[in-house]
Structure formats: C-alpha cells, structure tokens
C-alpha cells in the first residue's frame, strides 16, 4: 500500500536542502481537524537555515508541490503546509490492499522476526480466578497478539504461582481435614476453604505453623509424599483455570511458574553474593537499595526459604539464557511496581545490560458495583461466573430483539465473553475501573456488541448482494475510486488505512485500548456510510466498488477484534 507520509516526506525533499528524507519524515503531522488536511509539513525549524518567515517558506513548499497526483490540493495555512490526498488515490489503494491481504491486513514486520515474551494471567494455584485476574489475562492476551501482529515471535508464559509457604500450609490443613473427594469435585473452592481452614486453626495451635514450615522444607527439598500431594493440587487448579481461558480462547506457550525455579534458586544467591550484594540481616538476607530510593530486597527468609522476588530474578535470567529475549514483557497490577523495580534494579545491579529489556506493564484496579473485592470477606466474583453471565444474559438479549442467528449458543458465546473483554480493553489500562453489567451488554454503546453488531450488518449486505456480485468486488479491475468518494466513505477509508500504523502505536504503549477505540471509530464510520449510501444499486459498477468497501471495512474490523481476542459472528 502507499505509504503516503513516506510518500510526501520524498516530494517535499525534492524541494528543500539541509533536512534529510527522514528528518522531514518525523516532522510531518496528521492534523487533529480534518478540515486542515490529511497531513501537515510545520515550517518553523526551517526559519533559521532558509532565513525566512515560516509562512513565507510554507507558502513556496505548497506551490512546489501542489501538483503532484497524490494530493487533491495543498494549502498554505500560517506555518503550515496543509496536504489533502487524492481521495481515489486513497479509497482505491485501501480497498485494493485489504482485500488483497485479508487477514493478514494491518500486520507489519517491524519486529523483524525478534524474540518477545509476555508473560500474562498468572494467577495463584488453590487460589480462586477471579474478576481481578481478568485484567492481566485479557490486556496480556492482547499485547501478545499486537506484537505477533508487528511481526515479533511472540512467548506466551504464565508465570503460575504455584510455590511458596502457604503450599505448606495447604498440605497441613489437607491431611487434617481434607478428603480427596471434595478436591476433586471443587479444586479451587475446596482448597482455599483448606487455607482459610489452616488460619482459623493456627490461632489456637499454633504448633500447626511449625508442622506446615516442615512440609514446606520437604516439599523444597523435592520429597516424594509432599511433592505428589502439590502436583496434585496444582493439577487440579490447573484444571479449572483452563476452563476459563478455553472460554476466552487464550493459550499459553509456556506454563513455567515459580516452583519451575525452585532449583535454580542457589545460583541466583551465589551470583548475588559474587557481586558482593548480599548483606545479613536479622538471620535473612537482603540486598540494600537504600542508594536507589527503594526499600531492601529480601532475597532469603533467616529459615533459608526463598522468596517470590528471589523467583523473579531466577526467572529473567533463565529466560534471557533460554530466549535470548528482545524484550521480556510482564503483565503485573499496579499494585506490585516496587517489587517490579526493585527486582529489575538487581538485575542491573549484577551487571546485566539487558536489565532495562524486562519492562513491567502495570494496570489499575477492578472493582465491582457493590464495593471493592476481598478474598477474606467472601466478596470474590470468579471470572468463571462473570463469563457465564454474561452469556445467558446475551443469550436472552438475542432472544429478546429477535435477532437472526442460526446458532444461538455460538453468537451468545462470541458476543457474551467478548463484550465482557471489549470493556476489559476500552479503558487505557491503568485506569481503575468499576465492572457494571449494563455497560457490558450495552448494544448501542460504543461496546463489542455494537461492534460486532456492525460487523454482522456488514456481512448481511455482503450476502445480500449475493456471491457473484461479491466475487467481483474482490477484483481490483472493478472498483472505480469515482463512486466513493462521499465524506463519509473517504472517513472510513482513511481510518482503515490507519489500521496498521495504529497497531504499532498500541504495542509501543503496550496499550491495547488504541486499538479498541479505533475499532469503535471504525465500526462508527461504517455506519455512517452504511447511512450515507445507498449500496446495492442498479449501476453495476458503482455497486461492485461500493461493495469492496464494505467488504475492506469488515475485514478491518475483524482483524481489529482479533488483536483483542474477539471473535466476529457472521450474524445477530
Ligand atoms: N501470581 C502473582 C499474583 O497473582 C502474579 C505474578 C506476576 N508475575 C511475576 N513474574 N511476578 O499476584
């Protein structure tokens, strides 16, 4: 496809000395207001070199290049020199490269086959899923998919936490009261209930604490029995969280987690110590990062028991020795930044250049209508049960507006879980935000229904017109630029010409909500042409190129949804 500003960076070079190619590249802009052109050259910079008024040097630029077939017109605006594209030149270059493309349409090779890793989702075996993990798992999927998309090789990893002392406790509480029936049937929920059990009981025995540091130290030294029962928990969880990311469609390459770096722990102290970071402290050792204005490290706990941050370093020195990764990207709230600085400040610390490589993407809070979540307090919504709400409920919309689907249980899936992802992915993800139902499930709104909803009233044109008709679109003979250049078509090519360039933007921001609001914007501006036009009309060849518009516009959206981990129903 063209690329218009590479394009103008090389007309308008022809016409200046002193600024390279590149220079003037980087200084074009594309105006907020359409009314000042699809792109604009500011003039400022050149004052000095050309010894005239910006304007003046605008007004010159403008003449020069005024001409060119590209541009519909140039203006000189103040300092500025307003380019407008040919808007045949534009819609028909789109339309041609969409369908061209087709799914492959808004990828690029920026990555140039480069190592990423995103770690995402990592939720806590025995631990319930809940509508707070959602954020991770939803905002991590979708990075890995922006950056596959840019044309990295993309890790998926989840990092479970599956190690720690409460496993102690866990296996303590297990061979108390436990039964292996009860863990079979609700893994999470029994678990847990095990874990509460253990601290309702500890306050009155607390030789129980003792009895569970024990099973934690064998189970760290790899015993037989202790590590069976672990296994077998973690198995189970592993089972029910799967379920969830079924639902959502979501795998990962990679499950190692942090009892995977239990025995790579001793290394980690030992480089620690070599580089003359440890210091004792009350029986523990610690690094200092006093000089760095952060709190101490705790690196092993004074009964010589490691620590998630002692896991975390194990873990990025294992993956850039096993992935010689680019970037080793972490999907992490908010809520753990110290911990990420901290660890990332010692992987300097070591003299690891890389360390600035391992990049914590942090994200707000969730919380619900009725107050924040609490584990302790039983006010835990899990994901498990948000997801299956939200399909019945779609299930009854899709029953009430009558909606024509040929099958129900399908589009109720597709458009339940993925309105609940949508809104996950609207809000720039540091936001904290307030999980509301009705904002979820809003048709009209700027939600996944009403996205998806537009994407099926595309594909119903499509069928309308029939495959004859649709097959010709797909030829790029039989587009004629000339019956589509209404504002409200030339709007809707321009955005999905932006398409690429904005899924580059999402993925240097680590942002996924860039590509969600362009999606909106996009399923907005085909509506407006939907409106606008009238598509299927007698003049076959107006027909046939209003057709391939409609059919580059669904493509972009469903690629779009597909960054976000949405499906794209043919019909509701
Ligand atoms: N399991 C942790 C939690 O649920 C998140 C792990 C984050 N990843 C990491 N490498 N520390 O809080």
């Not at 914590?360 to 899990?382: A, I, N, Y």
Request: aromatic residues 10%; charged residues 25%; hydrophobic residues 40%.
């Amino acid at each position: 496809m063209v690329n218009f500003k590479e394009e103008i960076a090389k007309i308008i070079s022809g016409h200046i000395d002193g600024l390279s190619e590149q220079d003037i590249y980087n200084m074009i802009e594309i105006p907020q207001d359409s009314k000042m052109g699809d792109y604009a050259f500011p003039c400022f910079k050149l004052a000095k070199t050309l010894r005239k008024a910006p304007p003046m040097i605008a007004s010159d630029i403008a003449a020069k290049i005024g001409d060119n077939s590209i541009f519909e017109k140039v203006e000189q605006v103040n300092a500025y020199v307003n380019m407008f594209i040919s808007k045949e030149e534009l819609v028909k270059d789109v339309i041609v490269e969409v369908l061209k493309e087709g799914e492959d349409y808004g990828k690029t090779d920026i990555g140039g086959g480069k190592t990423v890793i995103v770690e995402f989702s990592s939720p806590n075996i025995a631990k319930p899923f809940h509508i707070g993990h959602i954020r991770s798992t939803v905002i991590g999927n979708s990075i890995n998919k922006i950056y596959k998309a840019m044309g990295y090789n993309v890790v998926r990893i989840n990092h479970l936490g599956d190690y720690g002392t409460q496993f102690g406790k866990m296996i303590c509480a297990y061979r108390h009261w436990g039964n292996k029936e009860d863990v079979i049937k609700e893994p999470i929920k029994t678990l847990l209930h095990y874990y509460t059990k253990f601290h309702e009981e500890v306050d009155n025995h607390p030789e129980l604490d003792d009895e569970a540091r024990q099973i934690f130290t064998k189970l760290e030294h790899g015993e037989k029995e202790e590590t069976e029962l672990w296994q077998w928990f973690r198995d189970e969880s592993l089972k029910e969280f799967n379920r969830v990311y079924k639902m959502l469609g979501i795998e990962f390459d990679s499950y190692a987690g942090e009892s995977f770096y239990s025995d790579k722990m001793p290394q980690v102290v030992q480089m620690l110590k070599d580089n003359n970071l440890i210091e004792k402290s009350q029986g523990a050792e610690i690094v200092d990062l006093e000089p760095y204005g952060l709190t101490p490290a705790l690196i092993t706990k004074s009964d010589g028991s490691s620590l998630y941050i002692t896991r975390d370093i194990a873990a990025s020195v294992y993956r850039k020795n096993t992935y010689d990764f680019y970037k080793n990207i972490y999907v992490v709230a908010s809520q753990q930044n110290l911990h990420f600085q901290q660890w990332i400040k010692i992987i300097e610390l070591l003299g690891f250049d890389w360390a600035r490589d391992n990049i914590h993407v942090p994200f707000g809070l969730v919380s619900l209508e009725e107050g924040t979540m609490s584990t302790r307090h039983g006010r835990v919504v899990f994901l498990e049960d948000v997801l299956n709400r939200a399909v019945e409920q779609t299930k009854e919309i899709i029953k009430e507006k009558g909606v024509n689907t040929d099958n129900i249980e399908e589009t109720a899936k597709q458009v339940g879980i993925g309105a609940v992802v949508f809104q996950e992915l609207s809000n720039n993800r540091i936001k904290d935000y307030v999980f509301s139902w009705n904002k979820v499930l809003d048709f009209n709104g700027e939600t996944g229904p009403y996205v998806q909803y537009t994407y099926a009233r595309a594909a119903s044109v499509l069928r309308n017109a029939g495959q004859e008709a649709c097959a010709k679109a797909l030829d790029a003979h039989n587009i004629n630029p000339e019956y589509i250049t209404g504002d409200s078509a030339y709007e809707l090519a321009k955005l999905i010409y932006a398409l690429p360039q904005t899924i580059v933007d999402a993925g240097e921001k680590y942002e996924p909500s860039v590509v969600t609001r362009h999606i909106v914007n996009l399923a907005q501006a085909f509506n407006r042409f939907y409106h606008d036009e009238h598509i299927l009309v007698d003049n076959e060849e107006e027909k046939i190129t209003k057709l391939a518009m409609v059919a580059a516009a669904k493509t972009a959206i469903k690629n779009g949804l597909a960054l976000l981990g949405m499906e794209a129903p043919e019909r509701m």
